[in-house]
Structure formats: structure tokens, C-alpha cells
């Protein structure tokens, strides 16, 4: 599953304070993108406000501490060049694995044309590829492991970045690591298999 890391309605909010042109500068709540609303605390000098609802606003000067309804044509209008230039926002995806190796789990391997497209969303990638293993084994054996396991899917990536764009292996950034079998999805014993701590987790910004 693509997990959609929840920045958007932070950085939404800078630049519409920032770049806002109607009238009176004001701040409007937006959904983030998995559909979920966040709250956001507004102060000026008729105290503090907070705002819960999506596309309501509040003025910024202080003349109203009373929210109210924004609508999609209003919010285009004025914050509409801002929101289109925004960065893509970080995206991550996990990738399961079978019992002591490198080979994906069939579910996994059907995630890998996700992984491709997600790379395509971001037009100059920096990308984090972590290894993990379940408890299996003893400590060194997991940690190499992991570790093939995050280059496996790392050669995937930087083979893609090399077809689709052209990209030169100077101008490809992948930090490759492997986290054995620290920091486990799910809390085991020793030599405990779990196939949800067998995993690469993926994350491109």
C-alpha cells in the first residue's frame, strides 16, 4: 500500500499565508490527500481560532475571529498558482518478502508497476530504500539480508531512473540501508517468523 505522508495541509497553509491575494489575507483548512482533515490554530488579536472543518477560513488581520465557508472557484483564484507549484509531496510503499531471502512475496511483486509510477511522480527523486528482516536467524545473517533486500529493489530503481529518463548513475540518489531485524513492524520473540517484518520499505521524495 502508498502511504501519502500528511505535509500537504502544512504546507498548503504556509503558502496561502504567504501568497494569499484577495483583499484580506486569510488561512483556509484543506483536506490532506488521503481525504482525512487535520485542525490548524490560528492567533491574532481577536484570540485564538481553530479551524477543523475543510475550506473554511479565517482572516489573518484580526478584523473576525468568526470561520467561514470558502469555495473551490475561490480558493483557485486565489491560491490556485501557488498549490499547482508546490513539490510532490513524499511518498512511500512496502514490499513483502518469503522466509530467508530476496524472493517478493507474490502480493509484493505486483506492486512493483505502483513503484515505477510513484518514481514518476517525482521529476528529481531522493530516495530511501531500507531492508528489514523478521527475527529468524542470528543478528548478522538478518542484517545482510536486509540489506540485499533493499538493493535488490535499489537496482530495480536505479535501472528504471536509467530507461525512462536517461538518467546517469552520478545523477541517481538511492541511500541504501538495512535495518536487519531492528525496528520490527510487529513486536516478536526471537526467532519469531512474522512475514510483515519482512520488508523493504520504499520512500521517494
Not at 121 to 149: C, K, Q, W, Y
Request: proline share 6%; charged share 25%; with cysteine.
Amino acid at each position: 500500500m502508498i502511504r501519502y505522508f500528511q505535509l500537504w495541509l502544512v504546507v498548503v497553509t504556509a503558502w496561502m499565508i504567504v501568497t494569499g491575494c484577495s483583499p484580506k489575507s486569510y488561512v483556509v483548512l484543506m483536506d490532506s490527500p488521503d481525504g482525512t482533515t487535520g485542525k490548524v490554530a490560528v492567533s491574532s488579536a481577536q484570540g485564538n481560532v481553530l479551524l477543523a472543518k475543510s475550506r473554511t477560513g479565517i482572516d489573518l488581520d484580526g478584523s473576525s475571529d468568526v470561520p467561514f465557508s470558502v469555495d473551490e472557484s475561490q480558493i483557485q483564484k486565489d491560491f490556485g498558482e501557488a498549490m499547482a507549484a508546490r513539490p510532490p509531496l513524499p511518498t512511500s510503499l512496502m514490499l513483502y518478502y518469503k522466509q530467508g531471502g530476496t524472493e517478493l512475496t507474490e502480493s509484493s511483486r505486483v506492486l512493483i508497476p505502483a513503484l515505477l509510477k510513484m518514481l514518476r511522480m517525482h521529476p528529481a527523486p531522493d530516495i530511501s530504500v531500507i531492508g528489514h528482516t523478521d527475527t529468524m536467524g542470528e543478528d548478522d545473517f538478518n542484517e545482510r539480508v536486509g540489506l540485499e533486500r533493499a538493493q535488490s529493489v535499489a537496482d530495480i530503481i536505479r535501472g528504471e531512473l536509467k530507461k525512462e529518463r536517461k538518467m546517469k548513475e552520478e545523477d541517481i540518489h538511492i541511500t541504501v540501508v538495512s535495518h536487519g531485524e531492528r525496528n520490527l513492524l510487529i513486536a516478536t520473540p526471537d526467532n519469531t517468523p512474522e512475514p510483515k517484518n519482512r520488508r523493504v520499505e520504499i520512500t521517494v521524495r
